[in-house]
């Protein structure tokens, strides 16, 4: 050991135990050294940007100790934890629809289709059952001296029924699919071989005893979440204590069993063939007839993807018929697409977190990944906490329904949906196909084919949206009288999601009306205020009003805002022409309790108050640069009004306009009186993350197709003389931000031809990026053309790499903005929840988030970002002197022309940072 530099410490503390293995190990260690020290965890931060962090929190410095604690209490978490347990481990969970049976039509044949559907799934689970038993017989037979792959004891990690059980999943999935749309057979491969995979982890960290030991833990961490006066510096440190503690039976952060890529995909090969032979279907089901004719359920088809040509499975048109009649009564989620019951587990590692035993990605990743894997991988993870931590604070916030919303959604989504309140209307509604006839001439039976082709378009668009819709209302209703929490992860720029897909606060204006703080706080002196700020706010009306200017708005208009709070759907319906219409009841429903309340100011609001960024791409962009014109047009600077970078590029963009058509350009005549702020606002939004003049055209394009009064002939021409203008009226005003971009696209361009390595970076909380761009290999197999990009091995795709780093740089810095603006409303004791730049508190705490927000946004860009970009860059892609031949050949040139991109970092302005310290308008 000593020759290995190892001691028998690390045994105890590197190793990775089942059971009570760690217990014995020890013990015999002891037998010959009594004494033995075990390593413990560093706890401490180590990133000066929060060093200052690592001191206790002093409580008479917090509006509260503990601003998570509350919700309930720690016995009743307890049992929940039990709950969540159990739901984890039978890996679904059985949702109840809010659809009506008067909604589906007749209720007879409702009830007769859901008959047929059940009795053909008992059907098909008796028939994969006996192919899949069969299939494994053959296998063990054909398993003496086979020589290649084994697949047998792939196809025996777990019991039979288990793999029936995960293909009766999988057809559920198909047929509650759109009938127009097939995914392809390779994806579905992954997508069912992934969940053995995870069937398999899970039944290892069963049998390795997790399940007893993660609830006893957990016990122990609910006594202290639950405590209001428990005073800790992170959640992580709280388990990292406990775990600590209690060092016997398994390590919960042993990473699990990661199958290749090709294995994932011939497992699901292999059940994907049994679906498709095995689950049949009577062609005579909804017929008289008493002749059976079993045919298959689910068939293949090829379909030409660009160059090239894929297989997909579909659904018999009969048994899609069938299934969407039934309407089934009980929706089926995976546990991990639903909220959790309890507090997620706080991440202390990047191999465990979130979810009680259930596998959980810190990073959502794509299985080819490699390059960013490995760096994590070596990454200590001491050197991640502070991401770590704000992944655990903005998991911990619990949540709870707004009922009163819900009801009425639910109401509306019932009576066939409502389009301009977003909510989707069933296929039902969908115009009826205009038929053939056979006196049509030639020009007309082609009308009707375009006609048909478009509205069966449409009729999918509108299944898809109103099966989402369902799913979302449906989660929400069975989570109605609960409290719940979002365990979180990360994409690989950094930027924070909930892993719940289907339901949480990034959804739409419907989903984020329907959440509320769990956790309610008296409104306080200023509350009442920010809360109607927040609904003006909402509604995309005085965007260039000052905040008390708002503020009397929202009382001039204050007949409206009761109305819409008592009568939504019968009075004057006020809240229906806001920009954010479901938001906007919600707050109207919230505002109306708090000013009838006795007392506003002692009123408890669970509502959320939001403050967004003012174009926060081109807020980072101007901060980089020290760009003083363009820091003043986002509000890094404080006027007494809101400054609007949308109407400044819009007047600029009019400017330029209004020269030419004087010149005689006759487009620019054309488009006098439709340079509007709405025209060009996406396409000055998006040139920040990395939109080209193409895309920038489609946008432009689209807002003048809604305009009735454009000429429809010139739509196409105005669209490109108006994207030249925006981009050009772009580089005048953010000087700075042009010239960083360029360098961020020229040096991505040179890192992936010269260096041929796809661009990486570490953000300044030491999050390390890869950016996972690289070509596709392409391969024939049987006459089909597949692909792999797997980026340990392919080029990396120049273009995308050099397109997508000034965007994705941009995210990973907003991302640690909010990351820091996260840890530090924690110490302050307030609740803090983030929608990328969207920052959510409670309304009495509005002000200190927005003083921490904006404290964090300086010591961020006090750090020498771009210069430290720049060193990181040079080391990693850089050529020493030692690799020049100096011989003037063109590999020479492009060497020496990286090493000067590289280390050649723009010039900056003069404007001061610190002015964003009293800039009312930066977040608002």
């Given amino acids: 050991m000593s020759a290995q530099n190892l001691k028998l410490e690390d045994i105890l503390s590197k190793c990775t135990f089942n059971k009570d293995e760690r217990f014995h190990v020890h013990k015999a260690i002891q037998s010959f050294v009594e004494d033995i020290k075990e390593e413990t965890p560093q706890l401490d931060y180590d990133n000066e940007l929060v060093q200052h962090l690592n001191h206790m929190p002093d409580a008479s410095q917090m509006v509260e100790p503990n601003p998570f604690a509350g919700a309930l209490i720690s016995k009743k978490l307890t049992s929940r934890a039990s709950e969540q347990m159990n739901m984890e481990l039978t890996h679904q969970v059985k949702v109840t629809s809010i659809l009506k049976d008067n909604v589906l039509g007749e209720t007879t044949q409702v009830e007769e289709y859901r008959s047929k559907i059940e009795s053909c799934k008992q059907s098909w689970k008796h028939s994969l059952l006996q192919a899949f038993k069969g299939n494994l017989r053959m296998l063990s037979m054909k398993n003496k001296g086979i020589q290649g792959l084994n697949w047998l004891p792939y196809m025996s990690v777990i019991l039979p029924e288990k793999y029936v059980e995960i293909m009766m999943q999988e057809i559920d999935l198909l047929l509650e699919g759109s009938p127009t749309y097939s995914p392809t057979l390779n994806w579905l491969y992954k997508r069912i071989g992934s969940r053995v995979a995870r069937e398999y982890n899970l039944e290892v960290k069963v049998k390795k005893g997790h399940v007893p030991k993660v609830l006893h833990l957990y016990e122990k961490y609910a006594n202290v979440f639950e405590d209001k006066n428990a005073l800790f510096r992170s959640h992580r440190e709280v388990w990292q204590k406990i775990l600590a503690d209690n060092l016997d039976g398994p390590n919960l952060d042993s990473p699990d069993k990661a199958w290749p890529p090709y294995i994932v995909k011939g ?37 030409n993807h660009d160059l090239l040509k894929l297989e997909e ?111 989707p209307p069933p296929v039902s509604q969908c115009p009826s196909l205009p038929e053939f006839s056979l006196n049509q001439t030639a020009e007309e039976r082609q009308t009707v084919q375009r006609e048909r082709s478009q509205l069966l378009k449409k009729r999918a668009e509108m299944h898809s949206l109103w099966c989402s819709e369902l799913y979302r209302l449906s989660i929400a209703n069975k989570f109605r009288d609960e409290v719940f929490w979002f365990p979180h992860n990360m994409d690989f720029r950094g930027r924070v999601y909930p892993c719940p897909p289907h339901f949480n606060h990034l959804g739409s204006d419907v989903v984020r009306a329907l959440l509320l703080f769990a956790k309610g706080k008296p409104m306080g002196p200023k509350g009442l205020d920010w809360l109607k700020i927040h609904l003006v706010n909402l509604t995309g009306l005085r965007k260039r009003s000052s905040n008390a200017e708002r503020l009397q708005y929202a009382d001039q208009i204050m007949a409206d805002i009761l109305d819409s709070a008592d009568n939504p759907l019968h009075g004057r319906k006020w809240w229906q022409e806001s920009d954010e219409p479901w938001q906007t009841l919600a707050c109207c429903m919230e505002i109306a309790k708090a000013v009838r309340s006795p007392d506003p100011c002692s009123y408890e609001c669970h509502f959320p108050v939001h403050q967004d960024g003012s174009c926060n791409g081109l807020q980072h962009y101007a901060a980089l640069g020290r760009d003083k014109t363009g820091a003043e047009s986002v509000n890094l600077k404080q006027f007494d009004v809101p400054q609007d970078v949308y109407s400044d590029v819009s007047e600029a963009v009019e400017r330029l306009r209004h020269k030419d058509a004087a010149n005689g350009v006759e487009i620019a005549q054309v488009v006098e009186g439709f340079v509007r702020r709405k025209v060009i606002k996406q396409t000055v939004m998006t040139t920040v993350y990395g939109v080209t003049r193409f895309g920038a055209k ?93 980026n340990m091995t392919e080029k990396p795709n120049s273009v995308k790499q050099k397109n997508a780093f000034p965007p994705n740089f941009i995210h990973s810095l907003d991302s640690a903005h909010m990351m820091l603006t996260s840890l530090h409303c924690q110490r302050a004791g307030i609740t803090f929840v983030s929608v990328h730049d969207c920052y959510w508190t409670h309304a009495c705490d509005v002000d200190i988030m927005n003083k921490v927000c904006r404290e964090q946004f300086v010591s961020l860009h006090q750090e020498p970002i771009l210069d430290n970009l720049s060193h990181y860059l040079v080391n990693k892609f850089g050529f020493h002197t030692s690799a020049m031949r100096e011989d003037g050949s063109i590999e020479d040139e492009a060497k020496t022309f990286l090493n000067s991109v590289l280390s050649k970092i723009p010039e900056r302005g003069e404007f001061d940072l610190n002015n964003v310290l009293n800039s009312t308008y930066f977040f608002s």
Wanted: aromatic share 10%; with cysteine; proline share 6%.
């Fill in 267 to 303: 497992i699901g090969k292999r059940l994907y063939s049994f679906i498709i032979n095995e689950v049949k279907i009577d062609a005579n089901i909804l017929k008289k007839s008493t002749e059976r004719k079993h045919i298959p359920a689910f068939y293949t088809i090829f379909r």
């Fill in 698 to 790: 489609h946008q432009i394009q689209r807002q003048l197709d809604d305009i009735e009064e454009f000429p429809k002939d010139r739509v196409w021409d105005a669209a490109k003389y108006l994207t030249e203008k925006t981009f050009q009226s772009l580089e005048e005003l953010f000087t700075s931000t042009k010239e960083i971009q360029d360098w961020f696209t020229v040096l991505a361009h040179l890192i992936s031809i010269v260096r041929n390595k796809p661009v990486e970076w570490i953000t300044p909380l030491g999050f390390p990026i890869v950016q996972p761009y690289h070509k596709k290999k392409l391969a024939t197999k049987l006459g089909v053309i597949t692909m792999s990009a797997n």
């Fill in 313 to 423: 499975i579909k659904a018999h048109p009969l048994i899609t018929k069938l299934y969407k009649g039934a309407h089934i009564k009980e929706l089926i989620f995976q546990t991990c697409d639903l909220p959790m019951l309890v507090p997620p587990i706080p991440w202390s590692s990047t191999q465990y977190g979130g979810f009680l035993i259930a596998n959980t990605s810190l990073i959502r990743l794509p299985d080819q990944a490699y390059q960013q894997k490995e760096m994590l991988t070596k990454t200590p993870s001491h050197k991640l906490y502070a991401v770590f931590d704000s992944l655990n604070s903005l998991s911990s916030c619990p949540w709870i329904i707004n009922k009163p919303v819900l009801d009425i959604v639910i109401d509306i989504f019932n009576q066939n949906g409502n389009d301009l309140l977003d909510i």
